[in-house]
């Protein structure tokens, strides 16, 4: 078999918010009695956005390694859009039920095409899988309720660590872990530079997921890449066949 161990991103990789970050801010506000239009909270969220990845992809952020960090990060980028929407100065009024809402149980959802293929890797014999993922230390638990723990070895979670992607040092504690060498070793997931070149870097293999309705762009494509666009295609690409 082409390789030992799989790692797999969680967000827009395995799981699915069932309500968009504007639309849980939006539904808070409108709880409260203060309604905004739907213009306007795509307005806010555009600003969000491009805030949120301008800081995510900042070179010495560390953010990511540290539960307080990531609590204060989804602080910021909900001020950010209340901001926009004239609230800023009551953000304190509106900032726990938002992170309440959006890390609610039932706030994400799987891809149809998960379950099927993990449980296809599953069945490969002497394959570990795990979920390496930038998220506070709760992303266990989650997985868990949404079923996925009986088909992973172990889930890795950057602000339980202390490290997080891209740095190989995240995924050398994955290799760690399974007692798997680099090359036996392969990273799926959405984002070009934090899940592909961070393991490449580890000395893993990485292959993108570009999903049609997902967060991924194609302006990630790169020579020498390999993508898939569903998690379907992974089982014969792990087995070699």
């Known amino acids: 078999m082409r390789y030992s161990l799989v790692c797999l991103d969680a967000g827009f990789t395995l799981l699915a918010p069932r309500r968009t970050l504007a639309q849980t801010l939006a539904g808070v506000l409108e709880q409260r009695g203060h309604p905004v239009s739907t213009d306007e909270i795509h307005r806010a969220w555009e600003v969000a956005d491009r805030w949120f990845w301008d800081e995510y992809h900042r070179p010495e952020n560390?953010?990511?390694g540290h539960d307080d960090r990531i609590e204060q990060t989804w602080r910021d980028y909900h001020t950010v859009m209340?901001?926009?929407?004239?609230?800023?100065d009551r953000?304190?009024?509106f900032l726990d039920a938002i992170l309440a809402s959006q890390f609610a149980p039932d706030a994400w959802e799987l891809y149809p095409d998960v379950e099927p293929a993990l449980s296809a890797l599953r069945q490969l014999p002497g394959l570990q899988l795990a979920v390496v993922s930038d998220w506070g230390s709760s992303l266990h638990d989650l997985l868990a309720g949404l079923g996925l723990d009986r088909y992973l070895d172990f889930v890795l979670a950057s602000g339980a660590v202390g490290v997080s992607k891209p740095n190989p040092a995240l995924f050398r504690i994955a290799l760690e872990r399974a007692g798997v060498e680099p090359a036996a070793a392969l990273m799926v997931g959405d984002s070009l530079r934090a899940d592909v070149q961070g393991a490449q870097a580890a000395g893993?293999?990485?292959?993108l997921l570009l999903r049609p309705e997902g967060a991924a762009q194609t302006d990630q494509l790169i020579e020498g890449v390999p993508c898939i666009s569903t998690l379907a295609e992974l089982p014969p690409l792990v087995s070699g066949d």
């Open 91 to 93: 953000s304190h009024d």
């Open 82 to 88: 209340l901001d926009e929407l004239g609230y800023r």
């Open 204 to 207: 893993m293999d990485g292959v």
């Open 62 to 64: 560390e953010t990511w």
